[in-house]
């Protein structure tokens, strides 16, 4: 019970630190398009784009961690069958590792066609 509060406090705690952290960089973004002539809708782009590519990692991660948990409960289950589990295991890791990297060149290229 320790340990899941350790965990989740640790996991709240870099969440808070990471959204901390972006929030100071949007306030630099946005005064240097206060000085110059950038429209009012890339602040907002430049949110969805940091939202999006967020949401990405996330879903990525949680994936690939829950692939490799499956695929490892597998393997220690039947240690025979790691020859078998490992290769599609690595395939799927990848996979979902693509999409991340298209959600994110996706989201890059939104953000430079303003």
């Keep these: 019970m320790i340990k899941k509060l350790v965990?989740?406090?640790?996991s709240i705690s870099a969440f808070v630190a990471v959204a901390l952290a972006a929030?100071?960089?949007f306030a630099q973004e946005a005064a240097a398009?206060?000085?110059?002539?950038?429209?009012?809708?890339?602040?907002?782009?430049?949110i969805a784009v940091a939202v999006g590519i967020?949401?990405?990692?996330?879903?990525?991660?949680?994936?690939?961690?829950?692939?490799?948990a499956?695929?490892?409960?597998g393997i220690a289950r039947n240690p025979n069958a790691s020859d078998k589990v490992f290769v599609p295991m690595i395939?799927?890791?990848?996979?979902?590792?693509?999409?991340?990297?298209?959600?994110?060149?996706?989201?890059?290229?939104?953000?430079l066609k303003i």
């Excluded at 967020?54 to 490799?68: L, M, V």
């Excluded at 395939?91 to 953000?111: C, G, H, N, P, R």
Aim: hydrophobic share 60%; proline share 0%.
């Design 7 to 10: 965990k989740l406090f640790a």
């Design 23 to 25: 929030a100071s960089t």
């Design 33 to 46: 398009a206060s000085s110059s002539n950038v429209g009012t809708g890339t602040g907002m782009l430049a």
């Design 54 to 68: 967020g949401i990405a990692a996330f879903g990525g991660a949680f994936g690939q961690g829950r692939t490799a």
């Design 70 to 73: 499956a695929a490892l409960e």
């Design 91 to 111: 395939l799927a890791l990848a996979f979902i590792e693509s999409l991340v990297l298209f959600t994110w060149v996706l989201m890059l290229l939104m953000q």
